[in-house]
């Protein structure tokens, strides 16, 4: 990272008995708005937060422009979708229609909903529960740590995917299913990287500072190491969404996810890949579209929140 | 070493029997058994079927004879869709089609990745290191169940010269597509893995001390500086193998190409329990062997790792 002069604030004369300005403290800046300033001159992350911020607009609130509902069959459409179902804004179908006459304008925006649903409920549990085990198991450390850490191993090495997908036939396919089995995954790295973070941190003085003047060993967790993992946390957390998509939109790929009327990036791109042979290319392309950008500007805010808070890059 | 492997081996071997009766409970307690279909059967006909699947035992026995099974004759028992089939039939129609494209696909994904990283390294900041970067950004929102209808678009649908799917027993042009979707990612996350571990050995003192020498680049690079810069890639062949695994689901599924996936999800939407579990503790056991070895590898080339 290249190195920055360290921007000298405009200094007040002290022989000037006017300007009373020297008498005020500069003003402290905290951790965190160091790395906003950080975080928003880098461009691209930027651009990509306001690209997520269109995403969620448009998930949340496309709604009000649709014509058609999302299980609404366009009739006079049905059968002919190859040549009537481009999207075209008289119709009313501004992304056009699948192959059933349904209007792909109102599922895309159903499967946005769905789709950054279980990316942020999969990164919100990996971040509750992922934080507090690898907390735990690095503060106390000795055999509870080996135990719990041995754990994560073992999980971490079976296919989760096969066991995913398993949960879901057994239990039936449900979005809460699919979000019980995509949480059950979904901590095991962010615990390891907590737990790394933890060991480094209980070696500190304010730790140790904490512990002689009293604090119990749940004080200390949550009142001293918690708050001071949060940096690196919040990167994994933005870098896991993107992954909890994709995992998600690989089971609805092979029809295993969420149920009809309800669909999501990855069931719209399956059904847009499979009819690709009959010209209405508009069905792969706009889910396509939305979930490339969507994952895109993840990585991009992911990695524009690593450099402003990471660290060892400062 | 020896202890070392023992040691590894305690934590995989654990691992397959969770993985076993993990699988085992879910599909006991799932609602609805294999021979519940809209028309039941007569009692009488259900209980014969019962026996005859050992289903009617206490579901320890079950468990004890699955996987004494198992461990003992690789024997996977029937499959309960196509009651004349075996899950070992099942599987190994499957098995050597995923088996094909995905050594292929892995393959090409390391040894591809490992040169283009190396030349992205070699030549920092030049066209071939924009390219190698660019490539594995956009790798990462190119997953292969979106590279395949990607493919599918452009070599078989504009340019017609691939066929869109099938396998016709592995001929060539069947078998290139598949490849490259599996395979495209992966390369990508070892291209960029390898570039940057490349870019720091590049940067040591020793490389300094080679080039002071007056050694000539090409020596540098394959005598002095090619095994460290690879030791970071070892790690990342396991995840890369596990994905490669489970990716090949897609694959199966979107080419049609009779693979292990395609009988997966097969058997996912028709309930076949016997043969989810023996595809999943296969694959399982595949993934977890090939960490295992990927693991003693890698304190094998690094004498620093000492665990």
């Known amino acids: 990272m290249v190195l920055r002069p360290i921007r000298v604030e405009a200094q007040a004369d002290p022989t000037n008995v006017d300007d009373q300005s020297y008498l005020t403290a500069t003003k402290s800046r905290s951790l965190w708005a160091d790395a906003a300033r950080r975080f928003f001159r880098h461009i691209p992350s930027v651009v990509s937060l306001v690209l997520l911020v269109l995403v ?127 949480g059950l995954i979904s901590w095991l790295d962010m615990s390891r990287i907590v737990r790394g973070q933890t060991l480094s941190l209980k070696q500190k003085e304010f730790i140790e500072a904490a512990r002689a003047s009293g604090a119990g060993h749940f004080t200390i967790i949550f009142r001293h190491i918690v708050p001071n993992l949060l940096g690196i946390v919040a990167v994994y957390a933005t870098l896991l969404v993107p992954q909890m998509i994709l995992t998600e939109s690989f089971i609805s790929f092979l029809g295993l996810g969420v149920q009809e009327p309800l669909t999501s990036w990855g069931a719209l791109i399956a059904q847009g890949a499979s009819n690709v042979m009959y010209g209405t290319l508009w069905q792969l392309l706009f889910p396509l579209g939305f979930f490339i950008v969507t994952l895109f500007s993840f990585y991009f805010v992911g990695d524009g929140l690593r450099d402003a808070l990471d660290p060892k890059d400062r | 070493m020896l202890k070392y492997i023992l040691k590894r081996l305690a934590v995989a071997i654990p691992t397959l029997l969770i993985l076993i009766i993990f699988s085992f409970i879910l599909m006991r307690v799932a609602p609805g058994g294999p021979f519940n279909s809209e028309r039941p059967l007569p009692a009488q006909v259900l209980a014969n079927i019962e026996a005859k699947y050992g289903l009617d035992q206490p579901w320890h026995i079950q468990l004890w004879e699955y996987v004494v099974g198992i461990v003992t004759r690789f024997d996977f028992g029937p499959s309960f869709a196509y009651t004349d089939r075996t899950v070992n039939d099942i599987i190994a129609q499957g098995f050597p089609v995923t088996l094909t494209y995905g050594t292929w696909s892995f393959v090409l994904a390391v040894t591809v990745g490992c040169l283009l990283g190396i030349a992205a390294a070699v030549r920092h900041n030049s066209w071939i290191d924009y390219f190698a970067v660019g490539t594995s950004i956009g790798a990462q929102v190119l997953p292969n169940f979106v590279m395949a209808p990607l493919l599918v678009i452009v070599f078989t649908l504009w340019l017609h010269w691939l066929p869109g799917g099938g396998w016709r027993g592995g001929q060539l042009p069947y078998v290139i597509m598949p490849v490259i979707a599996l395979g495209t990612s992966y390369m990508a996350s070892i291209a960029r893995i390898t570039r940057s571990s490349m870019l720091e050995v590049l940067s040591s003192n020793f490389i300094r001390t080679a080039r002071a020498k007056g050694l000539p680049s090409s020596q540098i690079i394959i005598r002095h500086a090619l095994k460290p810069a690879l030791m970071p890639l070892l790690s990342y062949l396991g995840p890369a193998f596990v994905g490669m695994v489970t990716g090949s689901v897609v694959i199966d599924v979107f080419f049609s190409t009779g693979g292990i996936g395609q009988l997966f999800t097969n058997s996912a939407f028709n309930r076949d329990y016997s043969v989810i579990m023996g595809i999943t503790i296969l694959l399982g056991a595949l993934t977890i062997t090939f960490n295992l070895v990927v693991d003693i590898l890698y304190a094998w080339v690094d004498p620093r790792i000492r665990y």
């Open chain 1, 56 to 182: 969620a607009l448009f998930a949340f609130t496309g709604n009000f422009f649709a014509v058609w509902t999302n299980s609404e069959v366009d009739w006079s459409v049905l059968g002919r979708v190859p040549e009537l179902g481009a999207p075209s804004l008289e119709s009313g179908h501004y992304f056009g229609t699948d192959d059933l006459g349904r209007d792909l304008f109102a599922r895309v925006v159903q499967g946005s909903q769905i789709s950054l649903m279980v990316g942020i409920v999969g990164a919100g549990i990996a971040v509750i529960v992922g934080t507090v085990y690898g907390a735990v198991a690095g503060y106390f450390g000795g055999r509870l740590d080996s135990v719990m850490m041995r754990l994560v191993d073992i999980l971490l090495s079976i296919p989760y995917m096969f066991v995913l997908i398993l949960l879901l036939v057994v239990f039936g396919r449900s979005i809460s299913m699919l979000f019980i089995g995509i």
